[in-house]
C-alpha cells in the first residue's frame, strides 16, 4: 500500500480567483477620479475609512477579545492631532498624516496599562470613559476651538494639492489606501506566528498560557497597534470633513456602534467580515437613511435578524456553507487518499 504524499496549503482555487478579481476591482476603483464624480468619490472613500475602522476593531475584539466600545478616544484623537499638526506646528498636511500614527501608538500605550487591569464588561465601559476624559481634554483645548471646534484653514487645504479635483483625487486615494493597507496588514499579521497565537488566545486563553504563550504582551502589541492604525483613520477622516468638534470627533454612535453593527453583521473573527458588513451598512443607510428613525429600526432589526439566523455573521454563514476563504487563513492538508500499490 502507497500512500500519496500529503500536503499542507492555505490557498485554493476559489480563494486565488477572488484574490485576482480583487486585484481587478483595486484597480478599477484607484481609477475612480477619471470616471467618477465628486459625490461618488466621497461615498467610497467614506466607505474604505469605515472597511479601515471595521477591520481594526474587528482585530481588537474578533481576535484579542478586547470588546472596546471606546474606539472614538483614537478616531477623535487622531482627527484633532492632525489639525494641531498642521495648524498650531505648522507641520505640512501630509507629514502629519504620517506622524498621526506614532502619536496615537504613544497614547495608547498608557492607555492600555491603565484599562488591562479591567476584564470583561469592566473593560468595555473603561474604554467608554477613556474616551469621555478624551472628548472633555479636546473641548477645553481653546487654541483648537474648544467646545465648538476648528476649520482647516483653506492655505492647509491648498497645500495638499494644487486644484479642487486634484486634492480631492488625493484624499480619495489616502482613503482606498488606508482600507488595502490595514486590511492586508490585519491578514499578514493573521498569517504570522503572533497572528496564530493570537488566535490560540481567542480559543482557549488557558491552553495557550501552557503552551508558553505571553498573552498579555500579545494584547498590549495587538492594544498599540489597532490604536496607532485608528488614529490614523480618524486623521484621513477628519482630513475630509475639514472641520473638528469634539461631539463630532468622539462621537460613540459614528465611530464605534456603527463600527460593531458592521462587523457583527458581516462576521466578527473573519478578515472578510468587515468589508461584507460595510458594504450592507452602506446599502442601507443609502437606501433608507431618508426615513429617520425608521432608518434606525431597520438596522436594529437586520442585526437582530443577522444574529438569530447567522450568528457567526454572513461571511459565517458563506464559509460555513460552502467553505469559502476570499483570505485564507486556514490550513488544508491534501493528498489523503490511499493507494493500492503493488
Known sequence: MTHSPLHVSRMTRLSVISMVVLLLVLVVLA?????????????????????????LWNLLAGYAGLVSVGQQAYVGAGGYIFFALTILSGINPLAALALSPLIGAIIAAPVALLIFRLRGAYFAIGTWVVAEVFRLQAAQTTALGGGSGISLPVIIVKSLADGRAAREALTYW????????????????LRSRRGVALMA???????????????????????????????LVGALIFLQKLRISPD??????????????????????????????????????????????IYLVALGAVAIITMLKAPNGLWGLIRGRHGAELFPLSRRVRGLDQKQGA
Open 31 to 55: 481609477a475612480a477620479p477619471a470616471w467618477a464624480g465628486r459625490a461618488d468619490m466621497r461615498l467610497y472613500g467614506e466607505i474604505f475609512l469605515y472597511i479601515a475602522l471595521a477591520s
Open 174 to 189: 489616502l482613503a482606498l489606501g488606508i482600507a488595502v493597507f490595514v486590511t492586508g496588514a490585519v491578514f499578514f499579521f
Open 248 to 293: 463630532a470627533a468622539f462621537s460613540a454612535n459614528d465611530w464605534t456602534a456603527f463600527v460593531i453593527f458592521i462587523v457583527v453583521i458581516g462576521g466578527i473573527g473573519t478578515v472578510e467580515g468587515p468589508i461584507i458588513g460595510t458594504l450592507v451598512y452602506f446599502a442601507l443607510r443609502e437606501t433608507l437613511a431618508d426615513l429617520g428613525t
Open 201 to 231: 488566545i481567542r480559543d482557549n486563553e488557558l491552553a495557550a498560557r501552557s503552551l508558553g504563550i505571553d498573552i498579555w504582551r500579545t494584547k498590549f502589541l495587538v492594544y498599540i497597534v489597532t490604536g496607532g492604525l485608528t488614529t
